[in-house]
């Protein structure tokens, strides 16, 4: 959850910057990453290990890193034409076939999910070369478009011929070799400015799609388990989503909204880059663990406690989640005093709840999580109602 904003931020609530929206085929393209984000929440079912948590934040980071790089280039190049609409279309086939390599990734089909990334980066390439055209000053540099996208594919493509574990180390090498180029040329180079209002928009949309997909999981298991215990949990898994929801809408998304507005060229470009881009990884990988935690509870919903690996990615999701708006916080100028009020108990009580779990039934483990993520939403309206009336005096 987000820091309340203060009182002339909320007179502005609601009032995002003018400026595109999403288009059907952004949409579209929006419906693979749900295939691909129920894969990898449904990879940490059950009871899972600290090293398929680890598999699970391995493999999520290129197909999230790959949506952030297609809403950069959808929000700098507007075109409809059928060359961009064909690529993207083949972005959506190349991550199908890396949602379907998930099951295996890390075993025998890490092969198919590298050619599937492979693949994606060439849609990039295309995406991009026509601004390698430009007149100046808003020409692309040829050499950015070949190294962070041509060069890369190969790279990936070139590693489904890597045996694993090495293929792994390959992958590692080749993400940070992409985040150092992007780290380095610091927003230089872009043929336009980012439409800020599509930023928040669309990464407010995909924290739509890993929540949905937390309501699928609930509904899914407790269609296969069907007791009233399973009902109960449910209801409150429901309770705790939607806390999420209505904290991270009222107050996350109208932060941003407005720190961006406010920002010039290069400075809103540097919060897209860190605040949509590497801490809402944080964001959304916390939401899809609550996902799988929350599937599990439902179905453990008649045993006395939970896994101790579901308990894990349930509460310690949650904990994430605080975690990463915190960050979020701090990166907008926040003073660090006035995060902490709600960042640490947010990070503390489910973690807390972590280490009492093996004493818990599963309902009073969602319930005492469902219960802290609503605290923090009174606490977040709270603050804004007496800042309100402050401003007011």
């Given at each position: 959850m987000s820091t309340p904003q203060s009182a002339a931020e909320a007179d502005n609530a609601g009032h995002p910057e003018a400026g595109r929206h999403a288009d059907?085929?952004?949409?579209?393209?929006?419906?693979?990453?749900?295939?691909?984000?129920?894969?990898?929440?449904h990879q940490l079912h059950g009871d899972p290990s600290p090293r398929d948590f680890a598999v699970f934040l391995g493999l999520y980071f290129p197909p999230w890193w790959l949506w952030i790089n297609l809403m950069v280039s959808a929000n700098l190049f507007v075109d409809n034409s059928p060359r961009r609409r064909l690529l993207m279309l083949s972005a959506m086939?190349?991550?199908?076939?890396?949602?379907?390599?998930?099951?295996?990734?890390?075993?025998?089909?890490g092969s198919v999910y590298a050619l599937g990334y492979a693949g994606t980066r060439l849609v990039l390439l295309g995406l991009w070369w026509p601004a390698t055209k430009y007149p100046e000053p808003?020409?692309?540099?040829?050499?950015?478009?070949?190294?962070?996208?041509?060069?890369?594919?190969?790279?990936w493509a070139g590693s489904a011929a890597v045996p694993a574990p090495w293929q792994y180390v390959v992958w590692a090498v080749l993400i940070a070799a992409e985040m150092a180029l992007l780290l380095t040329a610091r927003g230089r180079g872009l043929p336009a400015r980012l439409d800020t209002g599509h930023v928040v928009e669309r990464v407010g949309l995909f924290v739509i799609i890993v929540l949905g997909e937390s309501v699928i999981a609930l509904v899914t298991s407790a269609d296969h388990t069907w007791t009233p215990g399973a009902g109960v949990v449910g209801v409150l898994g429901f309770v705790l989503l939607a806390a999420l929801w209505w904290s991270y809408f009222d107050f996350g998304s109208t932060s941003a909204e407005l720190m961006f507005a406010r920002a010039d060229d290069r400075r809103a470009y540097l919060l897209a880059r860190d605040v949509g881009g590497f801490l809402h990884f944080f964001v959304t990988a916390g939401v899809l663990c609550m996902a799988a935690g929350l599937a599990t509870a439902v179905e453990e919903a008649d045993h006395a406690r939970l896994p101790t690996g579901a308990a894990w990615v349930l509460a310690g999701g949650l904990a994430l989640y605080h975690a990463a708006h915190a960050a979020i916080a701090l990166r907008y100028g926040r003073p660090p005093a006035s995060v902490a009020v709600w960042a640490v108990p947010g990070i503390g009580i489910p973690l807390l709840v972590v280490w009492a779990a093996g004493h818990l039934p599963p309902w009073l483990v969602v319930l005492l999580l469902a219960a802290e993520a609503i605290a923090h939403l009174f606490y977040a309206r709270t603050v804004q109602r007496r800042r309100l009336a402050a401003a007011t005096l």
């Open positions: 059907w085929l952004e949409l579209f393209l929006d419906l693979v990453f749900v295939a691909l984000a129920s894969q990898l929440a086939l190349c991550i199908a076939v890396m949602a379907c390599a998930v099951p295996g990734a890390d075993t025998d089909r808003l020409r692309v540099p040829r050499w950015r478009p070949l190294s962070y996208c041509l060069a890369s594919g190969l790279l």
